[in-house]
T-cell receptor, first 113, second 113 residues
Framework: NAGVTQTPKFRVLKTGQSMTLLCAQDMNHEYMYWYRQDPGMGLRLIHY???????AKGEVPDGYNVSRLKKQNFLLGLESAAPSQTSVYFC????????????FGPGTRLTVL | QQQVKQSPQSLIVQKGGISIINCAYE??????FPWYQQFPGKGPALLIA?????SEKKEGRFTISFNKSAKQFSLHIMDSQPGDSATYFCAAGGETSGSRLTFGEGTQLTVNP
């Protein structure tokens, strides 16, 4: 099992450009999450999904959109990137609710110039 | 709004010493308190977790102490080793949080040989 994988690993964008981050999991988990990690701020939840076809806002959703068309995939989109979105993005999945172990991907380091 | 406060931000310990990281939470509805460990360039991984029906949980050299009345919990690493050098995150969640965990700011632990 590959667990949780993220594509790409690194990306540099110019302000105003758009991009999509892909998260895939092969553990048949229902729940998937997108976090951003910034120094001194821990992990902050952007959006999450409790099952195929569902999405919900987390703590810091502004400037991001998500889609969960297939159970194994969770996409994070930036429509018009801003320097404030420079961060490391982690995807995670869990079998059941948030009180179950969350399995994290290796992260995507995004720089917006 | 940061509902989970973690301290210290960084910690340096000598090999064989005890590392202690503290967290405090606000939401009394939280009933699940995990600790995640993150090595450089990797995603976080669950280390140990506790529920408030017990005051302490031990797994090898890692112990969680939980004080429900004070709304605090801490991670103790006994006989700290250089391989324990990593960033540690506490988190909290519960039924009222649905699928979500709220993470602390993180503690960067360095264990000197």
């Amino acid at each position: 099992n590959a667990g949780v994988t993220q594509t790409p690993k690194f990306r540099v964008l110019k302000t105003g450009q758009s991009m999509t981050l892909l998260c895939a999991q092969d553990m048949n988990h229902e729940y998937m999450y997108w976090y951003r990690q910034d120094p001194g701020m821990g992990l902050r939840l952007i959006h999450y999904s409790v099952g195929e076809g569902t999405t919900a806002k987390g703590e810091v959703p502004d400037g991001y959109n998500v889609s969960r068309l297939k159970k194994q995939n969770f996409l994070l989109g930036l429509e018009s990137a801003a320097p404030s979105q420079t961060s490391v993005y982690f995807c995670a999945s869990s079998y059941l609710v948030g009180t179950d172990t969350q399995y994290f991907g290796p992260g995507t380091r995004l720089t917006v110039l | 709004q940061q509902q989970v406060k973690q301290s210290p931000q960084s910690l340096i310990v000598q090999k064989g010493g005890i590392s202690i990281i503290n967290c405090a939470y606000e939401n009394t509805a939280f009933d699940y308190f995990p600790w995640y460990q993150q090595f450089p360039g990797k995603g976080p991984a669950l280390l140990i977790a506790i529920r408030p029906d017990v005051s302490e949980k031990k797994e090898g050299r890692f112990t969680i102490s939980f004080n429900k009345s004070a709304k605090q919990f801490s991670l103790h690493i006994m006989d700290s080793q250089p391989g324990d050098s990593a960033t540690y995150f506490c988190a909290a969640g519960g039924e009222t949080s649905g699928s979500r965990l709220t993470f602390g700011e993180g503690t960067q632990l360095t264990v000197n040989p």
